[in-house]
């Protein structure tokens, strides 16, 4: 016979992370990491559309003086709030 404290535990595990990714990653964190790849100063890098995935990703686009950029940033609630360098592509 199966419980339900393994199935409740899961099951509040799944609620608790879900669409957490996309917050644990600051924009004033992003703008900082992607101003230091991008070799812009933190003032010149706006960040709009940021999302997140489960799986510790954060997508976001930067927009700089030199142009705008697809961005992207492994961190967030399965990283345990480490994150890697951006990875930053011109559109």
Do not use: Q, W
Request: with cysteine; net charge positive; charged share 10%.
């Amino acid at each position: 016979m199966l419980t339900t404290k393994p199935i409740s535990a899961c099951l509040g595990l799944a609620i608790a992370l879900s669409g957490c990714s996309g917050t644990l990653v600051s924009d004033n964190r992003l703008r900082a990491n992607t101003a230091g790849v991008l070799g812009e100063p933190e003032s010149a890098v706006a960040i709009t559309d940021v999302r997140g995935d489960v799986l510790a990703n954060t997508y976001y686009i930067a927009h700089t003086p030199r142009g705008v950029f697809a961005c992207s940033i492994g961190g967030g609630a399965l990283t345990l709030g480490l994150v890697n360098p951006p990875v930053c592509n011109r559109t």
